[in-house]
């Protein structure tokens, strides 16, 4: 299994709503990542969880909330979102040991709207 | 800070050659990642340098020079299939030893017949 699933693939939300997207991996990887993709933008940097640790948090406005439940799961808790939040937002993992590869399997992406 | 460039369009002819440049000025730098994305779908990886010199696989070549903080992607007879963007990655270590992949701007490739 070298998939990285996110669920939902599409949300409208209203700014007022609290919503969750998930993501989940079985291949073992220790390391989870999300981004951000607007239109013709590259993937932005998001959060960093690494053995279930967050590990790196990019200045993302608290609106967004990580959550790592256990090495297979990562969640993002949205609340009181603007419509400039409207965006792909990718959920990817990886080995996260040093001295692999590092590479990231990314999943298909939540496409995520704001009214 | 990270400060990766690379062009932001290019334009060759199926069958033929073509290089997309990357230029990167990182701290804590671990790795340099070739990525290709079609519109719609997610990155998926196509290459990694950590070491300096050229690495090949099939069709797809990449090269590193870290003491220049340059990277070039070698895609050789072109197919159709091949438009898309190519993102050019930099993989940092931070100082909770997380990983981070940060991206430049992306090369928007068209083939054309």
């Known amino acids: 299994d070298t998939e990285v699933t996110q669920t939902p693939k599409h949300l409208v939300m209203g700014m007022t709503n609290k919503k969750s997207l998930k993501c989940e991996q079985h291949?073992?990887?220790?390391?989870m990542y999300w981004y951000k993709q607007k239109a013709k933008k590259p993937p932005e940097l998001m959060f960093v969880?690494?053995?279930?640790?967050?590990?790196i948090n990019e200045s993302v406005p608290s609106r967004f909330s990580p959550e790592c439940p256990n090495s297979s799961l990562l969640n993002l808790h949205l609340h009181a979102l603007q419509p400039e939040d409207s965006a792909l937002y990718l959920c990817?993992?990886?080995?996260?040991?040093?001295?692999?590869?590092?590479?990231?399997?990314f999943g298909e992406g939540s496409r995520l709207t704001v009214l | 800070g990270q400060n990766i460039d690379q062009p932001t369009e290019m334009t060759a002819t199926e069958g033929a050659i073509v290089q997309i440049n990357c230029t990167y000025q990182?701290?804590?730098?671990?790795?340099l990642f070739w990525y290709q994305q079609h519109a719609g779908e997610a990155p998926t990886f196509l290459s990694y340098?950590?070491?300096?010199g050229l690495e090949e696989k099939g069709r797809f070549s990449s090269f590193l020079s870290r003491s220049k903080g340059y990277s070039y992607l070698l895609l050789k007879e072109l197919q159709m299939k091949d438009s898309a963007s190519y993102l050019c990655?930099?993989?940092?270590?931070?100082?909770?030893?997380?990983?981070?992949?940060?991206f430049g701007k992306g090369t928007s490739l068209l083939v054309t017949p």
């Open positions: 990817a993992s990886s080995q996260g040991i040093a001295g692999e590869t590092g590479e990231l399997f």
């Open positions: 291949m073992g990887h220790r390391a």
């Open positions: 969880y690494s053995y279930e640790k967050l590990s």
């Open positions: 990182t701290s804590g730098f671990n790795g």
């Open positions: 340098n950590v070491l300096d």
């Open positions: 990655a930099v993989r940092v270590i931070n100082s909770n030893s997380g990983y981070a992949l940060n």
